[in-house]
């Protein structure tokens, strides 16, 4: 009986349980993270423990790699959505959450871009 009542929430979030097995580890500042062309327009990458995304042309955004929801590792950006493969929660190109899971929007990491290079920090 106790197993069918733990089973129901973890159907909910789409029945994986992954968890992050360390903190993300940031990249230093001045680290080449992507070029420009890399990140198309409408759409984004993920570098290590960054998101890089780019919703406008010339507009960068970076953000930490692990969704808020349970902390797995963000390894895609489809569609123009950041998708988290663990329990489905989506993210905007802005970090903010369209689909839960998860609440809370994805936590800025700052990036600056210097020519056609995107860099940390």
């Known amino acids: 009986m106790l197993i069918g009542a733990a089973a129901g929430p973890l159907a909910a979030c789409g029945g994986r ?3 992050p097995t360390r903190p993300p580890a940031p ?3 001045g680290q080449v993270l992507a070029t ?3 990140v198309p327009v409408g759409s984004g990458t993920v570098v290590d423990d960054t998101v890089v995304t780019q919703p406008a042309p010339g507009v960068f955004h970076g953000f930490v790699a692990r969704c808020t929801h349970a902390g797995c590792l963000l390894t895609n950006v489809v569609d123009g959505a950041i998708v988290c493969p663990c329990h489905g929660s989506r993210f905007n190109l802005d970090g ?3 689909r839960g899971p998860a609440v809370a929007p994805l936590k800025p990491a700052a990036v600056t ?3 056609n290079s995107i860099l940390a920090g």
């Open 17 to 19: 349980t992954e968890q």
């Open 36 to 38: 420009t062309a890399e």
């Open 113 to 115: 871009v210097r020519g």
């Open 27 to 29: 990249p230093a500042p």
């Open 96 to 98: 903010e959450v369209t």
